[in-house]
């Protein structure tokens, strides 16, 4: 830890988001994912994808299955920061 690959991934991730049509730089995602679950990643990510739109998803299989309907066919960079 603490070596800086958090800072060299947003670096990189600033600069080459712009070749794609969604983007989402998702920090902390072991520490949120334990603290507020699943559900609350997925909301996030879906705000990211959509952020116009309200998202209503109430459990993890709907979040699944929306994060796949907007993602299908579409060029995509996501980074899930502080993952085991």
Known sequence: GG???????KVLYNRIA????ITSFLANV??????RG???LQ???LNDILPRRKNFISNVDEGIH????R???KKVLLVLDDVW
């Open 43 to 45: 909301k996030q990510l």
């Open 71 to 73: 993602l299908c066919f």
């Open 66 to 69: 929306m994060i796949k309907d």
């Open 3 to 9: 070596v800086g690959k958090t800072t060299i991934a």
């Open 38 to 40: 699943l559900l609350s």
């Open 30 to 35: 072991r520490e949120d994912s334990k603290r």
């Open 18 to 21: 712009a070749q794609f049509m």
